[in-house]
């Protein structure tokens, strides 16, 4: 199985702070990497696919980066509305898998 | 648009199997090349895949699950299910479905059911 660890595991930042959250990957995934928003009670929400493409309708303020076995998802001025818990998922394995979650708290 | 939603019973006694359905509606699952998956997530935990069907009806299963599961499509109704067989407490958790997706050769999943939870428990 491929092991994807996210690093914070938590954050406390304040509205308007740039915050970025890694994910690393135990070997090499290509850019075989998405990035989820899952606020409480809700459905994880797609952001970023392949690394660094933008999901339609989601805001500029995110972007992603990475290749091989280092991520990055940052929020350029974090807003309200980002309190949340962050996933990254690989898929360039069969097995699909998630790294623990990164939760962005007040 | 594209809508996903979960049906099931919400408690399954221990040793019985585990059924969901879960209603596509704004798209045929039988068209385009798309993944229909399911994820689980323990309460307060992470998120699991549990494995996918494919529009043609091939699968690909979590293998720490796949002596235990079956993922299949009904097109007739729209719909695709997930069955797990003797469940115990362990396999408690809020179930989603969800669509996966491919482009340029890289998969995401980018419509989710709203979830469903399912406790184990006599």
């Known amino acids: 199985d491929i092991q994807m660890t996210q690093s914070p595991s938590s954050l406390s930042p304040s509205v308007g702070d740039r915050v970025t959250i890694t994910c690393r990957a135990s070997q090499s995934i290509s850019n075989y990497l998405n990035w989820y928003q899952q606020k409480p009670g809700k459905a994880p929400k797609l952001l970023i696919y392949?690394?660094?493409n933008l999901q339609s309708g989601v805001p500029s303020r995110f972007s992603g980066s990475g290749s091989g076995t280092d991520f990055t998802l940052t929020i350029s001025s974090l807003q309200p509305e980002d309190f949340a818990t962050y996933y990254c998922?690989?898929?360039?394995?069969?097995?699909?898998?998630f790294g623990q979650g990164a939760k962005v708290e007040f | 648009q594209v809508q996903l939603q979960e049906s099931g019973p919400g408690l399954v006694k221990p040793s019985q199997t585990l059924s969901l359905t879960c209603t596509v509606s704004g798209a045929s699952i039988s068209s385009g090349s798309y993944y229909w998956s399911w994820i689980r997530q323990p309460a307060g935990k992470g998120l699991e895949w549990i494995g996918h069907?494919?529009?043609?009806?091939?699968?690909n299963y979590n293998p720490s699950l796949e002596s235990r599961v079956t993922i299949s499509l009904d097109t007739s109704k729209n719909q695709f299910s997930l069955r797990l067989n003797s469940v115990t407490a362990a396999d408690t958790a809020v179930y989603y479905c969800?669509?996966?997706?491919?482009?340029?050769?890289?998969?995401?999943?980018?419509?989710w059911g709203q979830g469903t939870t399912v406790t184990v428990s006599s």
């Open positions: 069907v494919y529009t043609l009806g091939s699968t």
């Open positions: 969800a669509r996966g997706r491919v482009q340029y050769y890289f998969y995401s999943l980018d419509v």
């Open positions: 998922q690989q898929t360039y394995s069969t097995l699909w898998t």
């Open positions: 392949a690394a660094s």
